[in-house]
């Protein structure tokens, strides 16, 4: 059985960072693309970043690009999000997901869609003060 749990949320300044965590069991870690998810208020799910399975390969959305930087640490089977100059649109829930699919060390423009993805966690809550 697929757990996915995320940690590190919590509430930050504008212009603060946070780093989350995501711990993955029950699948080969270091054989998927894996990814992050933002659900913010009263908006649809959405792609933050892909990273493929070593990491060579890593897609940002755009509006995160420069701010966040995505790793994995294939040994422990955790996937990291280290967040910096936090706005208030960042605020929302992060998850971490899996698209058991994502066998190739790439990320492609689609694996950025929660459509697709099989395993998902329950989030973490973000909240960004102004």
């Known amino acids: 059985q697929v757990q996915v749990v995320e940690t590190g949320g919590g509430l930050v300044e504008a212009g603060g960072s946070l780093r989350l965590s995501c711990t993955i069991s029950?699948?080969?870690?270091?054989?998927?693309?894996m990814g992050w998810f933002r659900q913010s208020p009263g908006k649809q799910r959405e792609g933050i970043v892909c990273?493929?399975?070593?990491?060579?390969?890593?897609l940002y959305r755009d509006s995160v690009k420069g701010r966040f930087t995505a790793s994995r640490d294939n040994a422990k089977n955790i996937l990291y999000l280290q967040m910096n100059d936090l706005q208030v649109e960042d605020a929302g829930i992060y998850y971490c997901?899996?698209?058991?699919?994502?066998?190739?060390?790439?990320?492609?423009?689609?694996?950025?869609?929660?459509?697709?993805?099989?395993?998902w966690g329950e989030g973490t809550q973000v909240t960004i003060s102004s």
């Open positions: 990273i493929s399975r070593s990491s060579r390969s890593i």
């Open positions: 029950g699948l080969d870690f270091d054989k998927y693309c």
């Open positions: 997901a899996v698209d058991r699919l994502a066998t190739a060390d790439f990320c492609s423009e689609s694996l950025l869609s929660p459509v697709g993805m099989d395993y």
